[in-house]
Each structure stands twice: as structure tokens, then as C-alpha cells.
């Protein structure tokens, strides 16, 4: 996964761009514009690649609140034996508590705000999985 810093408020495209191995404006021609992404423009585009990104939810939410699937598992553990491996968009909240997003490389969070560290550095909140269709 090549590191991608992004050059202003575009943490998710940056992302995204990292994930789906494309660069920024190949990117941004396909979703048509450059702020304020939403993660279905992503999901779209992977699609159009070949792909598709499944979402794990640490805390799955309906209309009652929190639900806390664990199957066994406290919900982090749960979720890292889902993602361990596999290339992903995490969001969640950086460090100062801002909605942010990474990209992962199934071992090492990718920041597009300029380095690398281990997913516990994170505060996630889901994981995109990039997942190849077949047939």
C-alpha cells in the first residue's frame, strides 16, 4: 500500500485512494467531486473496480441502541480477528476526537495525515473490508 498524506480535510479520499490502490484524481473523476465524500461514493467506485467493501460495526446500533454481538468475544477482539489481514478502511476518531479515516494494510493503520502506528492508536469505530467479487 503506497502512503498517501492528504492536503487538507480529505481523510477519507486519501483513504480510499490507499485501499483501492488508485491515485487521488483518478479517484475523484469517478466520485465527480473532492469534499465531503460519503463512504457509498467509495463503495461505487470499488464496485466499478471489481470489489466490494463489507462493513464490521465494533458496536452494531438499531433503533433501541447498542447491540453487543460479541459471540464470545469483548467487541476489539471480535472485531480484530475479523479485519487481521485484510485491507480496510477503518473509521473512527483520531487522537484529538475528530471523525477520521485510515486506511489499514491488514497489519498497520496507513494515516493520510502522515504516519503510521497500531490499530489500538485508533479509536474505531467500523471497518470497510475491501473484498474481491468472483463470478
Known amino acids: 500500500m503506497k502512503h498517501l498524506t492528504q492536503d487538507g480535510p480529505f ?5 480510499a485512494a ?13 466520485i465527480g467531486h473532492k469534499e465531503d465524500i460519503h463512504i457509498q461514493e ?4 470499488a464496485h466499478r473496480m471489481g ?9 452494531p ?7 453487543f454481538i460479541v459471540c464470545g468475544d469483548a467487541p476489539m477482539v471480535r472485531m480484530e480477528s475479523m479485519i487481521r489481514g485484510r485491507v480496510a478502511i477503518l473509521i473512527g476518531k483520531s487522537e484529538r ?32 473490508i475491501l473484498i474481491r467479487m468472483t463470478g
Open 51 to 59: 470489489y466490494i467493501l463489507g462493513v464490521i460495526e465494533l458496536i
Open 97 to 128: 476526537g475528530n471523525e477520521h479515516a485510515v486506511a489499514y494494510d491488514g497489519n498497520i493503520v496507513v494515516d493520510p495525515q502522515g504516519r503510521t502506528y497500531d490499530i489500538h492508536e485508533f479509536r474505531l469505530k467500523e471497518a470497510w
Open 11 to 15: 481523510c477519507l479520499l486519501y483513504s
Open 61 to 67: 446500533q438499531d433503533t433501541h441502541g447498542p447491540l
Open 42 to 45: 467509495v463503495q461505487t467506485v
Open 18 to 30: 490507499m485501499v483501492l490502490d488508485v491515485d487521488i484524481e483518478y479517484l475523484v473523476a469517478q
